[in-house]
C-alpha cells in the first residue's frame, strides 16, 4: 500500500486484512486483527515510554488509551483510504468506525506476518510519532472528566451508568452503555463494558459542551 510505505510480499494478506467477517464468515480479518492489536498496543507503548520520560503510568496509560481508540484508528484508516477498499456486510453508521478501526488493526497483523515486527513497528511509529505529539499534556479518561465536570456544574450529582443488552455476534459481542447526567443521556458501544462506558461518556461531554 503506497500510502503506508510499505509492499506486500504475499499481497493475498492485505486481502484477508480487508475483509470483515460481514462479507465473509470463513475468509476475514479477525485473526489478523487479534494479531495486530497487540503488534499496535506494544509499538504504541513502546514510543510513549521513549517521547514522554518524565509522565507516570497512569499517564502514559490514559495517552496509551486514546491513541489506540477506536476513534483514533478510524480515522487513520479513513485518511489512508482504508475505509474505501474495506469489503463488509451490512454497515449501520454506528458500525463504521469499529470495521474501519478493526480493519487497521488487521492490516497491521498482516504487515507483522508479511515481513516481521520491525517493518510493522516502523509504520506504526510513523504515523503515531505525530498524533502523540500532539497533546503535550496527558488526557484524562472520558468518565473522569465527565464524573467532575458533572460534579462542579450539578451540585456534586454524579452520572448514572446503565449496562443495556449486547449486540453482535455470541463470539464477538458489542457492549452498549446509557449515561445520564444533569437532564441529558447519551449512548456508546464498545468491545467490553468499560469501553462502551467510556465511549458513552465521550459522547454526553459532547452534548454537554454545548
Known sequence: ?????????????????????GANSEYNNERLEFIGDRVLGLSVAALLYEMFPSEHEGELARRHAMLVSTETLACVATKLGLDHRVRHGHMTAGRSQHIYADAMEAVFGAIFLDGGFEAARKIIVDIWRDLAAADLTAPKDAKTS??????????????????????GAAHKPVFNVRVTAMGHTATGCGASKKAASVAAAEELLKILAF
Open 1 to 21: 500500500m503506497s500510502k503506508l510505505n510499505y509492499t506486500f510480499k504475499n499481497p493475498e494478506l492485505l486481502d484477508l486484512a480487508l475483509t470483515q467477517s
Open 146 to 167: 465527565l464524573q467532575e465536570y458533572v460534579q462542579k456544574n450539578d451540585d456534586g450529582a454524579l452520572p448514572v451508568y446503565e449496562y443495556l443488552p449486547a449486540t
